[in-house]
Structures are given as C-alpha cells and as structure tokens.
C-alpha cells in the first residue's frame, strides 16, 4: 500500500527550547530538559537543573506533556551517537511539566485527527527521520545543526488517521511491554540493594574486619589464543543506571588484546570519567565456560568461596565502595585510574557463611529473572525495528503484524 506524502511542516508545529542563563537556574523547581538530558530515545533527569516555579507562566510555550518529540537540533556528526544531531526522545508521564532547553525543539501535530502524536513519535524514531536529518544537516562534524525550515520541508507518508492510530498502537503495545521489562528488572536490582544493605551494613559485625581481597579474585588469569572469534563489549556498552549490557550492544570480533571475562563475574570501569558515572555491568550474557573480553580499561570482580556474584555487583554499586575507588585513583588530570592495590584493602565486615548463603538463594532467583527480561527485550526490540519502517511506509499491512505481535507478547 503506498501511503500519500506530505510536508511534515504541513501537519506539526515546531516550537524550540528556551534559552535561560545561569543565574535563572536554581536548586529546585521546574525540570529543564537540556540534549544532554536526551539519550536512547529517552530523557534522564538525574543531572538536570531547575527553573523557579515562579516562572512557568513566563516559559508556558517551552512545556513538555506526554508523549511529544523532542529533536536535538544542534549536535554532532552522526558517529557519535550520545551527541549526534536529530536524537530523539519521547517524553514520558515522568517528565510531563518539565521545560525543554534551547537547541532542540518539540515537534507535535497542528491537529490531532489529522497526524496522530503516537504516529509522530514513531516517526521521529525511525531510521529515515534520523538519515534525513543527517543528510541536511549543516556545519562541521562536532558542531552540526540541522534548520527547523529543513525540518518543515520533510516529506512523509501520511496514511489515513484510522491507519495512524492503529499502526501508533502496535509500536506503543512493544514498548509498553519493554519499559514493563525494564521496570520489573529496576525493582529487582532495588530488591537486592535493599537486602545487601540490611544483611552487610545494616546488621553487620564491625568488631571484626576483612578487606576486599579476602571477598574476590582480581583479574582472574584467562588464557585465549590470538585470533578466536568472540562477544566484545567497549567502555560505551557499559551501563550506568542498570544491571546487564543489552544485547545489541554487543559485538564479536577476533581477539587480539583486551580484558577477559566469565559469565557472573561482575565488570568496573577503572578510568574517569566512567567510574564517576557509574559505568559497571554483571555478566550475564555468556554461557557457562563462554569467554569474551572488553576494554582494557575495566576491572573484573569475580567470587571467591567467601562470596557470590551477585554480591559483588551489589558491592560495586555501594556508594560507600564507589566513593572509595574514587579516591584510590591516581594519574594526570582526566586519566586518572584506580590503584588495585589500594582497592583491594578496602575494608568490610567479617561476613558469616550464613549470611552469604541467604543472600546468593534470595538473589540468584532476581538475577536470573533480570536476564529472561532482558532476553525479551531484545526480541521486542528486533520485532518493533523490523515493523517501524515498514508500518511507517505501508509495505507491510495493519494485519499482517498481527500474527508477529502475538508471537512476541
């Protein structure tokens, strides 16, 4: 089915983000969404700032609801990805009411019964949208900017409302799903913070005292010939604010130097600014015996008889570890790295055997359900990027997918 074209500034408003200077920021109010604030499709909060609530009316026109395309209108060429020009978010219920900063802008329909918002969305987040943008682009490759008139004078398929609204709802029924996943696997992750806390701070022995090296194995020794093909994962794959790499974020290629790991041993950026962010991983991708390696800047943790791995990942995440590998680093400004020697005299409780048994049964179970739904992810991922372009484009019909959805949900 071919789908009739038309200007996307024909059927949606652009409104750009608002420009306000340093002493208007305070400590608290109104979140301002900056594109730093923007990756992955989403938007992050956590380091963002704040306008006085005093002023909303003022800044009205730059609010943010649900659902709106968010564009960076001012980034890099597209190889770099965390700042690259045209990246998209999609606000969600948790930002609604936030103001969005300049150099980017919201795009939204000029009526709703003629372009559907879903519809909107899903196209801001297709590969055309984002090759389009990168084509019209102007300016050199760390400071590219693409001109909102470009952006108007897109031209799109634009099937009939009722086809908009069902192909909106196909996409948004994937991605529900996923954010579910997500959600599940975050409360998990919260699960097993809260019973490390309780059993290894909260409730523990301070009269006596190990250190970390009486807990685990550094760098374990792994022998692989040069040349054998296996999964790669680079410092950018390293989560911050999650449990597990996702699996498209890996990689296989011959093995020539670099980091080796397990699966369950537990990965930690060494090197600033990735230990600031927070960048560690549990390995739970491989199979048993499987080897792959990675940067030569992580650590690898890996249980000994006197712990378990999903301890270890917990240990990582304490801010009270991570304040301390901070201060253990030492090097030349912006490449500072971590002393293992000093790391591995970090000091902890003596840890009863009991102690540890409860907690690897309690946790084991949470783990293993974060993979299954990372595993799911991936699948509904695959579906959701084989069906946008062609739902988008009328290759494919409404009820054509029908059969693929209840294959994957």
């Known amino acids: 089915m071919n789908f009739p074209t038309v200007k996307l500034g024909n059927v949606a408003k652009f409104i750009n983000g608002g420009a306000w200077t340093q002493s208007e920021y305070t400590n608290k109010g109104i979140p301002v969404v900056r594109v730093s604030d923007i990756l992955n499709g989403r938007i992050n909060l956590s380091k ?42 999609i606000v969600s219920i948790n930002e609604e009411g936030a ?17 559907d918002k879903r519809f909107l969305r899903f196209l801001g987040s297709s590969a055309f949208f984002k090759a389009y943008i990168a084509e019209h682009a102007r300016g050199s490759a760390n400071q590219a900017r693409i001109a909102i008139s470009e952006l108007k004078n897109m031209d799109i398929a634009l099937p009939s409302i009722d086809i908009q609204r069902k192909i909106g709802r196909i996409l948004a029924s994937l991605e529900e799903k996923i954010d579910l996943n997500d959600q599940i696997n975050q409360t998990l992750e919260n699960m097993a913070m809260t019973l490390y ?17 009486d807990f685990i194995i550094l760098n374990p020794k792994i022998s692989v010939k040069k040349g054998t093909v296996l999964k790669y994962v680079d410092m950018k794959a390293l989560p911050t604010n999650q449990m597990s790499v996702m699996d498209e974020d890996l ?61 270890l990942y917990c240990l990582v995440k304490d801010p009270k570890f991570h304040e301390f590998a901070k201060q253990s680093m030492v090097g030349t400004s912006g490449r500072q790295r971590i002393q293992n020697s000093v790391l591995l005299e970090y000091e902890m409780p003596d840890i009863h055997e009991e102690k ?3 907690f690897k049964n309690a946790t084991e179970k949470w783990f293993s359900q974060v993979r299954q739904n990372t595993i799911e992810n991936h699948t509904l991922k695959q579906t959701r990027d084989y069906l946008l372009p062609r739902l988008l484009s009328g290759e494919i019909e409404i009820r054509e997918t029908e059969k693929i959805i209840k294959e994957v949900l």
Do not use: W
């Open 356 to 358: 540890m048994k409860k």
């Open 99 to 115: 103001l969005l900063n300049q150099n980017a802008v919201k795009i939204i329909p000029i009526d709703e019964n003629i372009l």
């Open 197 to 213: 806390k309780h059993l290894f701070i909260e409730t523990a022995n301070v009269e006596k005292t190990k250190s970390l090296k």
């Open 251 to 311: 990689i296989e290629k011959d093995y020539k130097s670099g980091t080796k790991f397990m699966k369950s041993d537990v990965l930690l950026a060494r090197i600033t600014p990735c230990l600031e962010n927070g960048k560690a991983t549990f390995v739970d991708f491989l199979n048993e015996e499987e080897i792959a390696f990675g940067s030569t800047e992580f650590l690898v943790f890996r249980a000994n008889e006197q712990s378990c791995p999903q301890f």
């Open 48 to 89: 963002c700032k704040y306008l006085s609530s005093d002023s909303l009316e003022k800044y009205r026109k730059h609010v943010l609801y649900k659902d709106d395309l968010i564009v960076a209108t001012v980034g890099s060429h597209k190889t770099q990805q965390s700042s690259v020009v045209g990246k998209h978010a």
